[in-house]
């Protein structure tokens, strides 16, 4: 299973930490926790069903129309969220610590993410495993030429262990895990939705229902699997370390006078968090720094690759040989499927320049995959351990959940505050038990007898997992414990 540890992911954590500050963590540390229920309930019922993409399982569980409606849903998301989103991140550290523009940035990623795809899934997971050593490397690298500097700043003559005290003292409202509704941070994190309500919906969402998440797992068997997701939850403990922390280092130093301009936005001078990690990467000695570069751009490329491929599996399989010409031989499948890589590349890079205007490309990321995700979950979770759940009712959940996401995100603007503008986790929660009871209600009203649930079966002893996997389970969750308590 992919670790989801990216180069746009420390550049957009790191942009969150040097704004939030640690409490932006909660999205790795609460994943490692996600990660685990992932392992133990959801990944057997995919392994031993034989379920290879996610609209199909939804096309065996309920119907063609309920799997083609959330693959268009998955594509939209993949190509106008993802994509655009990692291309911009990844063009903003390259143009940010090399002589090569923010356009140029993003023709080249595009490029090279397209050639990479092309090279097909074991050229993806190669370019993964290396990415994750690099990064991890270059992450604790980063971390302590931040934490170097901010010491000399402060007379520590170097003292890492100092200048993390130094944080502390000078930052400690970056330390604060869970944000009360005084906090000007909130809406982005609000109090104990980042623990039980939103932020859980979005992670079993994304570890448990995403085609790029799911589809590393799926080739695997169901030891091998659950082992690499233990792996990835723990590899989730360390990410705030690497990612979060430089955050809050730039963030202290450019309280303090360091880093003015390089924080800045050239064109509105508007301070841009996202520039906090491409700045610290320009901190790195001059060969070390061209490693970083390369790194860099491999592991932008590669996260793209893994996105365009989940994009080529859902569209030649799940809509075009559905919709378009059932009788298409496996060569012609692989050839839809390279041009739709291509054209969804094209089109994410001629929207992702609109995204400059952001200032956290991380929260932009969840609040609009968050739209999305809460119909995708009760969808999901209804399909696998209620065997009443009709296609209807998945019908309903599939169309309703972005429209009800929308109207709460933007009634409060239409009735000029009469309707409240609660947080976009907790529009979350509201969406998911709106979309869960509602489908409870259709498959209560109208039950049907032609209801095809037995193709995808469920058997509990595929819930037993190993010691050694329960012993991991305990030691990550002791660690979250300890974390959650000390930075409450």
């Known amino acids: 299973?992919?670790?989801?540890?990216?180069?746009?992911?420390?550049?957009?954590?790191?942009?969150?930490?040097?704004?939030?500050?640690?409490?932006?963590?909660?999205?790795?540390?609460?994943?490692?926790?996600?990660?685990?229920?992932?392992?133990?309930?959801?990944?057997?019922?995919?392994?031993?069903?034989?379920?290879?993409?996610?609209?199909?399982?939804?096309?065996?569980?309920?119907?063609?129309?309920?799997?083609?409606?959330?693959?268009?849903?998955w594509l939209l998301v993949y190509v106008f969220v993802n994509l655009t989103s990692?291309?911009?991140?990844?063009?903003?550290?390259?143009?940010?610590?090399?002589?090569?523009?923010?356009?140029?940035?993003?023709?080249?990623?595009?490029?090279?993410?397209?050639?990479?795809?092309l090279g097909g899934m074991?050229?993806?997971?190669?370019?993964?495993?290396?990415?994750?050593?690099?990064?991890?490397i270059g992450g604790l690298v980063t971390t302590y030429l931040a934490l170097s500097l901010l010491a000399d700043k402060f007379g520590l003559d170097g003292n890492i262990l100092g200048a993390l005290g130094v944080l502390r003292q000078e930052a400690p409202a970056h330390f604060n895990m869970i944000f009360d509704k005084s906090s000007p941070h909130y809406k982005e994190l609000p109090g104990m939705s980042v623990l039980i309500g939103g932020m859980l919906i979005n992670n079993l969402a994304y570890w448990g229902c995403n085609q790029y998440i799911v589809q590393r797992a799926l080739g695997a068997d169901l030891k091998t699997a659950r082992n690499g997701i233990l792996f990835a939850a723990f590899l989730k403990l360390l990410v705030p370390v690497i990612a979060v922390l430089p955050g809050?280092?730039?963030?202290?130093?450019?309280?303090?006078?360091?880093?003015?301009?390089?924080m800045k936005d050239a064109v509105t001078g508007v301070i841009k968090p996202d520039h906090a990690y491409p700045t610290l990467m320009n901190l790195l000695p001059a060969g070390l720094k061209g490693v970083a570069f390369a790194a860099l751009t491999a592991a932008v490329v590669a996260s793209l690759a893994g996105k365009a491929n989940s994009i080529s599996t859902?569209?030649?399989?799940?809509?075009?040989?559905?919709?378009?010409?059932?009788?298409?031989?496996?060569?012609?499948?692989?050839?839809?499927?390279?041009?739709?890589?291509?054209?969804?590349?094209?089109m994410a890079a001629i929207v992702t320049p609109a995204l400059?205007?952001?200032?956290?490309?991380?929260?932009?990321?969840?609040?609009?995959?968050?739209?999305?995700?809460?119909?995708?979950?009760a969808i999901f979770?209804?399909?696998?351990?209620?065997?009443?759940?009709?296609?209807?009712?998945?019908?309903?959940?599939?169309?309703?959940?972005?429209?009800?996401?929308?109207?709460?995100?933007?009634?409060?603007?239409?009735?000029?505050?009469?309707?409240?503008?609660?947080?976009?986790?907790?529009?979350?929660?509201?969406?998911?038990f709106i979309i869960a009871m509602l489908m409870i209600t259709i498959s209560l009203l109208k039950p049907t007898t032609n209801q095809n649930v037995n193709t995808i079966t469920v058997d509990k002893r595929w819930f037993n997992v190993s010691t050694e996997f329960v012993i991991g389970s305990i030691f990550i969750c002791g660690v979250l414990i300890a974390l959650y308590t000390v930075f409450w």
């Open 1 to 73: 299973m992919a670790s989801n540890i990216s180069a746009e992911h420390f550049i957009g954590m790191s942009g969150s930490g040097f704004a939030l500050g640690l409490a932006i963590s909660s999205y790795e540390w609460m994943s490692a926790a996600t990660l685990i229920i992932v392992a133990v309930f959801i990944i057997p019922l995919y392994l031993k069903n034989k379920i290879f993409t996610m609209p199909q399982f939804l096309a065996r569980r309920y119907s063609d129309k309920v799997s083609t409606i959330m693959a268009v849903f």
């Open 86 to 117: 990692i291309i911009y991140l990844g063009a903003l550290a390259i143009s940010s610590i090399s002589p090569v523009s923010f356009e140029w940035s993003i023709v080249g990623l595009s490029v090279f993410s397209v050639i990479v795809t």
């Open 122 to 136: 074991k050229v993806i997971g190669y370019t993964d495993v290396i990415q994750v050593f690099v990064l991890l």
């Open 248 to 262: 809050i280092t730039m963030y202290v130093m450019h309280q303090n006078g360091m880093f003015q301009q390089e």
């Open 314 to 346: 859902i569209f030649s399989l799940d809509i075009y040989r559905k919709y378009f010409d059932k009788d298409a031989s496996d060569k012609k499948i692989v050839r839809v499927g390279r041009w739709a890589v291509v054209v969804s590349m094209l």
């Open 356 to 377: 400059k205007s952001l200032d956290q490309a991380y929260q932009f990321i969840q609040e609009y995959v968050g739209f999305f995700s809460p119909g995708v979950l």
């Open 381 to 432: 979770l209804l399909g696998m351990f209620w065997k009443r759940t009709t296609t209807a009712a998945a019908l309903a959940g599939a169309l309703l959940t972005i429209p009800l996401s929308a109207i709460l995100k933007f009634l409060p603007t239409w009735t000029n505050g009469a309707f409240p503008d609660y947080p976009f986790l907790d529009r979350m929660t509201i969406t998911f």
